[in-house]
Structure formats: C-alpha cells, structure tokens
C-alpha cells in the first residue's frame, strides 16, 4: 500500500503560482512513476503531468506545458507540481497518483496505470 497525501491547493488569482506537494509513505517511493491529475466540476478526471522513477523523463498535458513543472525528491519520498501563470480553467481538485513501473525512465500517463491515489486538493484561479 502507498499512502499519498497532497497539500498546497488554495486560491490564486490568474497569474498567480501555487506548489503542490504531494507526501508518499508505505512503500519504497522511488519504484513508483508519480503522476498529477485534476478533475474540474463537471467534467472528467485529466491527465495533468507525469514523472518517471528516476526523474529524468517528465511528461505534460499540452494544457499546462510551459506554465507547470512537475518534480520529485525521492529522499523525502514527495513529488511537486509547481503552477505559475494560473489560468481560470486551471481550477479543479488536483489529485497525486503512484504508479509502479520497472523501468527507471517509463512515465505513466493513463489513469489506468495508477494504482495509487491520494484524496485530492482544490486549486481555485479567479480573476
């Protein structure tokens, strides 16, 4: 079992930045592909970015490409989404999810890889 719990969400104006973090506990967090997925109200759950094993392979939603950073301190068992330049439809409850992968350099981006999710924190961006 991996346990993560997310913090950091709040309120931010457009063009603002938050961070994210994301605390893992349970297992050895350095086997696992660490992910960030957001769900807006009515809508579905979305891929946001996604970090491999061994930090060198990141992957983004072309949505947030170029404006959010995801990183990883395996030492401290946490993973991080640096937002900057928030944008309204930025808003939605960004959740953390642990993937378990094989390969050092693998990034999991389909929710169906994620084993592991934690219970979400609520980003809101107004104007």
């Known amino acids: 079992q991996v346990q993560l719990v997310e913090s950091g969400g709040g309120q931010a104006q457009a063009g603002d930045s938050l961070r994210l973090s994301c605390a893992a506990s349970?297992?050895?967090?350095?086997?696992?592909?660490m992910g960030w997925f957001r769900r807006a109200p009515g809508k579905e759950r979305e891929f946001v970015a996604a970090t491999s094993r061994s930090r060198s392979s990141t992957y983004y939603a072309d949505s947030v490409k170029g404006r959010f950073t995801i990183s990883r301190d395996n030492a401290k068992n946490t993973v991080f989404l640096q937002m900057n330049s928030l944008k309204l439809e930025d808003t939605a409850v960004y959740s953390c999810a642990a993937s378990e992968q094989s390969l050092l350099t693998r990034v999991a981006i389909s929710t169906r890889e994620y084993r592991y999710w934690g219970q979400g924190t609520q980003v809101t961006v107004s104007s």
């Open positions: 349970g297992r050895t967090f350095s086997d696992y592909s």
